[in-house]
T-cell receptor, first 114, second 117 residues
Framework: AQTVTQSQPEMSVQEAETVTLSCTYD???????LFWYKQPPSRQMILVIR??????QNATENRFSVNFQKAAKSFSLKISDSQLGDTAMYFC???????????FGAGTRLTVKP | NAGVTQTPKFQVLKTGQSMTLQCAQD?????MYWYRQDPGMGLRLIYY???????DKGEVPNGYNVSRLNKREFSLRLESAAPSQTSVYFC????????????????FGDGTRLSIL
């Protein structure tokens, strides 16, 4: 079974600074997808960024980027120029190729301080 | 843009009561999902429907049933609610998943907070 581990239950960062959230996963698969979702206090789950395992290039979406290390099974999220609106729970998720069962980590609560 | 709509948003049940959570999406997505979220844990998949007419068990299906009524609607039923099913329930949909060239992210509803006394 696939497992996703987020080792940082809580983190904080000053506004405008950079923060990195960690995620590791365990799988024997070679093809899969990785995601970071954001859940603000409104409770809605919002996709932040995704990575396909067969792509070596790290995904980037504006201020959000990932460091995907396939051999190490690591998928960290970097948020640059943090904004107050980035305050939320962040979930790392894994999905096997050709399978609809997405597995989530326990989440990291990020607080951006003014 | 409605996206994924869940009803109700809140519900309190007594142990043993039955309840159906409704979910509808207006994005013409093929795949739909039901998750539960418990404190200190990520979302766990209960059931999913890869396409209209099909349903499959996820990670935690016990105590639940689902119906994919049509392409738009996917309901989750608790036949005899138990306190262990107190949770926040999320419905999600996606265009297609699991293929190399057409994997799409899941779009989530706002959740249903369900308490069972």
């Amino acid at each position: 079974a696939q497992t996703v581990t987020q080792s940082q239950p809580e983190m904080s960062v000053q506004e405008a600074e950079t923060v990195t959230l960690s995620c590791t996963y365990d799988t024997s698969e070679n093809n899969y997808y990785l995601f970071w979702y954001k859940q603000p206090p409104s409770r809605q789950m919002i996709l932040v960024i995704r990575q396909e395992a067969y792509k070596q290039q790290n995904a980037t979406e504006n201020r959000f980027s990932v460091n995907f290390q396939k051999a190490a099974k690591s998928f960290s999220l970097k948020i640059s120029d943090s904004q107050l609106g980035d305050t939320a729970m962040y979930f790392c998720a894994f999905m096997r190729y050709n399978n609809n069962d997405m597995r989530f980590g326990a989440g990291t609560r990020l607080t951006v301080k003014p | 843009n409605a996206g994924v709509t869940q009803t109700p948003k809140f519900q309190v049940l007594k142990t043993g009561q039955s309840m159906t959570l409704q979910c509808a999406q207006d994005m013409n997505h093929n795949s739909m999902y039901w998750y539960r979220q418990d404190p200190g844990m990520g979302l766990r998949l209960i059931y999913y429907s890869a396409s209209e007419g099909t349903t499959d068990k996820g990670e935690v299906p016990n105590g639940y049933n689902v119906s994919r009524l049509n392409k738009r609607e996917f309901s989750l039923r608790l036949e005899s609610a138990a306190p262990s099913q107190t949770s926040v329930y999320f419905c999600a949909s996606s265009e297609r998943t699991g293929t190399r060239y057409s994997n799409q992210p899941q779009h989530f509803g706002d959740g249903t907070r369900l308490s069972i006394l």
